[in-house]
């Protein structure tokens, strides 16, 4: 698994870092990403320190675990048990053993499996309610990691992996995703490369009050009216399914 990752906090000057945070992982074939929760602001609390505590202390669980053997509900566990300030995140962990991508994922970020030009699996979205996501946290509104779900996707030589926070996922539909890589990797494109053409999609559509977005469809969904993307931080890591 070949990965690259691309990111664009949401333009905010007094939080240029924005809320989301990553990891790639090659050693250990492991990869994730997390997305502090924005409400935290109004408490005058951070929301990206939570995410990237997160991600700092997965990577340290990761170190523990042998390779080909990593558990990444057991990564999620380890790194929540060492996270100790406020705030709240979403996060979702990808490793690959034995011709099998296996996840755990809490919230609303998440992946999806590109094979032959067709989007062939995403996971599904773990929220409460509307724009409400399972969240990861110290305080008793928060859930827990057992509150993980977990899946096994089996993978096959040239898959690409589209690993995202919700600013990815809420701005640019998956068939959509799949053009955009197919135009870029047919160019020769490596991960990094795939991954900033997709965050640059997911971007526009975020600024653009008309466009036609999956967050505007749910909200819909949800009752209420709401049209054009969510300007969000937007998050892209991608795999390639290659020989060893």
């Known amino acids: 698994m070949v990965c690259g990752s691309f990111y664009i906090p949401k333009q905010k000057d007094s939080k240029p870092q924005g809320d989301d945070a990553h990891f790639i992982c090659a050693e250990k074939q492991t990869i994730g990403v997390a997305d502090g929760v924005g409400g935290w602001s109004s408490?005058?609390?951070d929301a990206g320190q939570y995410a990237r505590e997160l991600m700092a202390n997965s990577i340290k669980a990761i170190q523990d675990e042998e390779k080909g053997g990593v558990d990444p509900r057991r990564v999620i566990d380890e790194a929540y048990s060492n996270t100790n300030v406020e705030g709240s995140s979403t996060a979702c962990i990808l490793t690959l053993k034995n011709n099998k991508l296996h996840a755990a994922n809490v919230g609303d970020s998440g992946f999806m499996l590109i094979r032959g030009w067709k989007d062939v699996y995403k996971s599904p979205v773990q929220q409460h309610s509307f724009n409400h996501p399972y969240q990861l946290g110290n305080e008793t509104s928060c859930d827990r990691p057992s509150a993980a779900r977990t899946y096994k996707?089996?993978?096959?030589l040239w898959d690409v992996i589209v690993l995202g926070t919700d600013g990815l996922f809420d701005n640019i539909f998956a068939d959509n995703i799949v053009d955009v890589a197919k135009?870029?990797?047919?160019?020769?494109?490596?991960?990094?490369?795939?991954?900033?053409?997709?965050?640059?999609?997911?971007?526009?559509?975020s600024l653009d009050k008309f466009a036609a977005t999956p967050y505007a469809e749910a909200a819909l969904m949800a009752g209420k009216e709401r049209l054009g993307g969510k300007p969000d931080d937007i998050t892209v890591i991608v795999a390639f399914i290659v020989e060893k």
């Open 43 to 45: 408490k005058g609390v």
């Open 153 to 156: 996707v089996p993978v096959k």
């Open 183 to 205: 135009m870029v990797i047919q160019n020769g494109a490596e991960p990094e490369q795939v991954a900033w053409a997709i965050a640059e999609h997911a971007y526009y559509n």
